[in-house]
């Protein structure tokens, strides 16, 4: 996956969010941005799947200009979870699809396994539970991990994952990180992180600064030699939810 000069402005706004960002993850690698609340970071790796159409740049998956691939081949390569998902008022099974005829249980099984959502089965009517009705509603982390199974199921190409742990409690966190180290291992993904922990899912690091990188190494590297990177993982350490961020929030959407 590569990033080459790519700039972006959001529609109906005037000034760029990202500029001249030049990244290249290899095959199988996964590559964490970290930066300051504000910085880009879900802008950046929303461009991969095409929620928004870069301004400048090129944007290639394994040579290929993703703007050549038919939307739906590449939303088929790319498995993404953002940090505040949404959920449709269908069944737990239909929201983990969204309409992927070729999935099959032994996947669905999986992908819950590795985002430890196995409380679905502990559901009224488990995987044809429908969501947001007769009162059901999900807390933050639970939403985050059926998002996360959603995003997992499959075993696409690429994996998109913005901060995928940062609603889950911290036993939650641990238990889920040990199975996405798995998922993630072999798999070209990009990583929003928020949280320092989830820095470790991570081979490399990219620094995000105000819409440009400024620094891509290993976690470690890059903790020794670039003074703004420790400052901005303790940034986020001070803004990250902490051990009650399993909230109760409904966040369900009507179709
Ligand atoms: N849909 C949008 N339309 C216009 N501007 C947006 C939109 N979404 C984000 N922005 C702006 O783009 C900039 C980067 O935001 P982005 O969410 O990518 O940062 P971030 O690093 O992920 O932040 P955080 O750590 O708080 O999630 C911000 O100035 C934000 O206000």
Request: proline share 4%; glycine share 10%; charged share 25%.
């Amino acid at each position: 996956m590569r990033f080459e000069g790519v700039t972006f402005t959001y529609p109906g706004t005037d000034t760029p969010v990202l500029r001249g960002i030049d990244l290249d993850v290899r095959p199988g690698e996964t590559l964490a941005i970290v930066g300051t609340t504000g910085c880009g970071k879900t802008s950046l790796v929303s461009l991969m799947p095409r929620l928004y159409d870069i301004t400048g740049g090129q944007i290639t998956l394994d040579g290929r200009d993703i703007r050549d691939i038919k939307l739906g081949s590449l939303r088929r390569l790319v498995g993404m979870a953002f940090e505040d998902p949404t959920l449709f008022s269908m069944s737990v099974r239909e929201n983990l699809t969204l309409g992927r005829r070729e999935t099959t249980d032994d996947e669905i099984y999986e992908a819950l396994r590795v985002a430890q959502a196995e409380f679905v089965y502990e559901l009224p009517w488990a995987l044809d539970t429908r969501i947001g009705e007769q009162g059901l509603s999900l807390s933050g982390g639970q939403r985050q991990r059926l998002a996360l199974a959603r995003a997992v199921i499959g075993r696409p190409r690429v994996l998109v994952l913005d901060d995928p742990l940062s609603a889950l409690d911290v036993h939650t966190e641990a238990l889920v990180e040990d199975a996405l180290a798995r998922v993630l291992h072999g798999t070209t993904a990009l990583l929003v992180v928020h949280r320092p922990s989830t820095v470790a899912l991570a081979d490399r690091v990219a620094l995000l600064a105000d819409g440009q990188i400024t620094a891509v190494g290993t976690h470690s590297e890059l903790l020794e030699t670039v003074p703004a990177y420790r400052a901005a993982l303790s940034a986020e350490a001070v803004g990250a939810t902490g051990p009650g961020g399993d909230v109760e929030r409904s966040g369900v959407v009507s179709r």
